[in-house]
Structures are given as C-alpha cells and as structure tokens.
Nanobody, 124 residues
C-alpha cells in the first residue's frame, strides 16, 4: 500500500502561482511513476503531468505546458507541482497518483494509488 497526501491548494487570482506537494508513505517512493490529475465539477478526471521514477523525464497536458512544472525529491518521498500563470480554467481538485509501471501514462486507470485531493480555485 502507498498512502498519498496532497497539500498546497487554495484560492489565487488569475496570473498567480501555487505549489502543490504530495507526500508518499508505505512503500519505496522511487519505485513509482508519479502523476498529477485534476477534476473540475461535472467533468472527468484529467491528466495534468507525470514524472518518471528518477525524475529525469516528465510530460504535460498541452494546456499547462510552459506554466506548470512537476518535480520530485525521492529522498523526501515528495512530488511537487509548481503552477504559474494560473487561469480560471485551472480551477479543480488536484490529485497526485502513483503508478507501479514505468510508462509515462496519462490514463487514470493505470495508477494504483491516489491521494484525497486538494482544491485549487483561480478567480478572474
């Protein structure tokens, strides 16, 4: 079992920044590909970013490229999502997730473990 706990969400004005963190416990953190997803009211859960076990390679949904950065610190069992130039359409509950596979998957079903989510609200 892997337990994931997100933090860092909140209310921010458009153009502002937030940094989300997700702390993992229970298993060896570096054995997992880590992803961030988000879900807005009435919409399906959407892929945001993913990072390999080593942290060397990452991938993003087109709508956040150049604004969001995913990173990880395996020594601290933590993955971050730095979000800059936030837009109202970024408003959602953000979830971190762990995948025991090695592929940089964008599909929620591939992920084995999920956090409880943290709310991000961007006002216009």
């Amino acid at each position: 079992q892997v337990q994931l706990v997100e933090s860092g969400g909140g209310l921010v004005q458009a153009g502002g920044s937030l940094k989300l963190s997700c702390v993992a416990s229970g298993r060896t953190f570096s054995d997992y590909t880590m992803g961030w997803f988000r879900q807005a009211p009435g919409k399906e859960r959407e892929f945001v970013a993913v990072i390999t076990r080593s942290g060397r390679i990452s991938n993003y949904v087109d709508s956040v490229k150049g604004r969001f950065t995913i990173s990880r610190d395996n020594a601290k069992n933590t993955v971050h999502l730095q979000m800059n130039s936030l837009k109202p359409e970024d408003t959602a509950v953000y979830y971190c997730a762990a995948d025991s596979g090695r592929i940089l998957s964008t599909t929620p079903k591939r992920y084995n473990y999920w956090g409880q989510g943290t709310q991000v609200t961007v006002s216009s």
